[in-house]
């Protein structure tokens, strides 16, 4: 049968209009601090829905100029600059002749490169001294804020990347010093490493220490979150049961991306009236495995971790409550096959460098959740559960051996 309904669930962008879930709380907050005039950073996981939400804000408020410089991608100070001129450019684009803004550009130095798709430094702009670049940058911003009439927000995403470049606390200092305070405009720095975040607001010798108030953006509210997704369902006719999401929210730590990729999956591959159980659940579960066992596969069979690395991976999945086990106690470093603690730090410094895992609240978190689901089901892993841990047991088997999926249908029923 050819799918004729819309998927309704996205995961690859940022969400707005309908496909974005109402987040009042939030939004108020935002919306408060933004309307007062104060500098904000935005902190939370990934793909927790920072980026749209603070667009979402922004966007409804009136006569508000948005300046959004996103980091992302950057590796040289070059290419903070490019991305702050890129965003004025859009904005300047709009509010004064494109003719003067092209003059504009020309007359500073180093010279840009004007194409069809914006400004960029020459090559050998990479190598220069990171002041110059964005020396012009800054004079980008000053120009476009003096060229708009009311407020204005810059909204620096993806602000921590700026802490992986080279000379990273020279350029914030620097940043920091460009950064003049005024009354129509707001900064606005989102960003997802928590540990980088935190450490350029809260760390006294940051040069950003105090110079935006914190909101720690949290999970999405369940019961709103339940019924927008419920809703989009419907539009197949396919009923989610409500101990099913609860299940998929536990699975994803109530991420709101990866709730939406699960369901993106499930809405192509269920059938219209269908109802969406715990069975449903698995099939979907296994769809996706399907469709990602090829990584899942390699990242326990390269030669990229260290055998002491896979095993960290591979016990860290079945671990409930981290903060209930003695994480770095002899029980645990045996599990793993190290003889200190200090090696288990190493490990997951070097897991989470690598991004396979993060840390969030002092837990470790997969950063593909359901390649924790794929480590559970189908690894060795029951005799490093921390129940089992404690009790010094050592039941060899995966969670499937265990008839943990009958168990779960049954239970349901
Ligand atoms: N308010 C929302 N309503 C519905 N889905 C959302 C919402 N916010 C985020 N998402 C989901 O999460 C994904 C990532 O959102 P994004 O704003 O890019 O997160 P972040 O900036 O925190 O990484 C989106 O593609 C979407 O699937
Ligand atoms: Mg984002």
Same mark, same amino acid.
């Given at each position: 049968?050819?799918?004729?309904?819309?998927?309704?669930?996205? +995961?690859?962008?940022?969400?707005?209009?309908?496909?974005?879930?109402?987040?009042?709380? @939030?939004?108020?907050?935002i919306l408060?601090k933004l309307a007062n005039g104060h500098n904000l950073?935005?902190?939370?996981?990934?793909?927790?829905?920072?980026?749209?939400?603070?667009?979402?804000?922004i966007?409804?408020m009136?006569?508000m100029y948005k300046i959004?410089?996103?980091?992302?991608?950057?590796?040289?100070?070059?290419?903070?600059?490019?991305?702050?001129?890129?965003?004025?450019?859009?904005?300047?684009?709009?509010?004064?002749?494109?003719?003067?803004? #092209? +003059?504009?550009?020309?007359? #500073?130095?180093?010279?840009?490169?004007?194409?069809?798709?914006?400004?960029?430094?020459?090559?050998?702009?990479?190598?220069?001294?990171?002041?110059?670049?964005?020396?012009?940058?800054?004079?980008?911003?000053?120009?476009?804020v003096?060229?708009?009439?009311?407020k204005v927000v810059i909204l620096?995403?993806?602000?921590?990347?700026?802490?992986?470049?080279?000379?990273?606390?020279?350029?914030?200092?620097?940043?920091?010093?460009?950064i003049?305070k005024n009354a129509r405009v707001s900064f606005m720095y989102?960003?997802?490493?928590?540990?980088?975040?935190?450490?350029?607001?809260?760390?006294?010798?940051?040069?950003?220490?105090?110079?935006a108030e914190?909101?720690?953006?949290?999970?999405?509210?369940?019961? !709103?979150?339940? +019924?927008?997704?419920?809703?989009?369902?419907?539009?197949?006719?396919?009923?989610?049961?409500?101990?099913?999401?609860?299940?998929?929210?536990?699975?994803?730590?109530?991420?709101?991306?990866?709730?939406?990729?699960?369901?993106?999956?499930?809405?192509?591959?269920?059938?219209?009236?269908?109802?969406?159980? $715990?069975?449903?659940?698995?099939? !979907?579960? +296994?769809?996706?495995?399907?469709?990602?066992?090829?990584? $899942?596969?390699?990242?326990?069979?390269?030669?990229?971790?260290?055998?002491?690395?896979?095993?960290?991976? !591979?016990?860290?999945?079945?671990?409930?409550?981290?903060?209930?086990?003695?994480?770095?106690?002899?029980?645990?470093?045996?599990?793993?096959?190290?003889?200190?603690?200090?090696?288990?730090?190493?490990?997951?410094?070097?897991?989470?460098?690598?991004?396979?895992?993060?840390?969030?609240?002092?837990?470790?978190?997969?950063?593909?959740?359901?390649?924790?689901?794929? @480590?559970?089901?189908?690894?060795?892993?029951?005799?490093?559960?921390?129940?089992?841990?404690?009790?010094?047991?050592?039941?060899?088997?995966?969670?499937?051996?265990?008839?943990?999926?009958?168990?779960?249908?049954?239970?349901?029923?």
């Amino acid at each position: 049968m050819i799918q004729s309904t819309k998927n309704p669930f996205i +995961d690859d962008s940022v969400v707005k209009g309908d496909d974005y879930c109402p987040r009042k709380m @939030v939004e108020e907050r935002i919306l408060k601090k933004l309307a007062n005039g104060h500098n904000l950073a935005l902190i939370g996981d990934r793909r927790v829905g920072k980026t749209s939400t603070a667009h979402y804000v922004i966007d409804s408020m009136k006569d508000m100029y948005k300046i959004d410089i996103d980091l992302y991608h950057i590796i040289d100070p070059s290419d903070i600059a490019e991305a702050i001129i890129d965003a004025c450019k859009k904005v300047l684009d709009k509010v004064w002749d494109s003719k003067k803004v #092209l +003059d504009f550009a020309r007359r #500073l130095t180093p010279k840009l490169d004007v194409t069809e798709g914006g400004f960029s430094f020459g090559i050998d702009a990479s190598g220069q001294e990171y002041k110059k670049t964005l020396h012009v940058a800054f004079e980008f911003l000053e120009e476009t804020v003096k060229r708009t009439k009311g407020k204005v927000v810059i909204l620096f995403d993806e602000f921590q990347a700026i802490k992986t470049i080279k000379n990273a606390d020279a350029i914030l200092k620097y940043m920091r010093g460009k950064i003049q305070k005024n009354a129509r405009v707001s900064f606005m720095y989102v960003g997802s490493i928590k540990h980088d975040m935190d450490h350029i607001f809260r760390d006294p010798d940051s040069p950003f220490f105090k110079q935006a108030e914190i909101i720690y953006f949290e999970h999405i509210e369940p019961n !709103i979150f339940f +019924d927008f997704i419920f809703k989009r369902f419907q539009s197949k006719k396919i009923t989610l049961k409500r101990e099913v999401y609860d299940m998929l929210s536990k699975t994803c730590y109530g991420i709101t991306g990866d709730i939406q990729t699960f369901c993106r999956v499930a809405f192509d591959s269920l059938k219209e009236g269908q109802i969406f159980d $715990f069975e449903a659940f698995f099939f !979907i579960l +296994d769809i996706i495995y399907k469709n990602e066992q090829k990584y $899942f596969k390699s990242i326990l069979d390269s030669k990229g971790l260290t055998k002491i690395q896979k095993n960290l991976l !591979i016990q860290l999945a079945g671990i409930q409550n981290q903060a209930d086990i003695k994480f770095f106690g002899k029980d645990f470093q045996k599990a793993i096959g190290v003889k200190s603690p200090g090696a288990i730090t190493n490990a997951l410094n070097a897991l989470e460098k690598k991004e396979y895992i993060y840390k969030s609240d002092e837990q470790y978190y997969f950063s593909n959740p359901f390649f924790k689901e794929w @480590v559970l089901d189908y690894r060795f892993i029951i005799q490093a559960t921390a129940g089992t841990l404690t009790a010094g047991s050592s039941i060899t088997g995966t969670r499937l051996d265990f008839g943990y999926r009958q168990r779960m249908i049954k239970h349901s029923k």
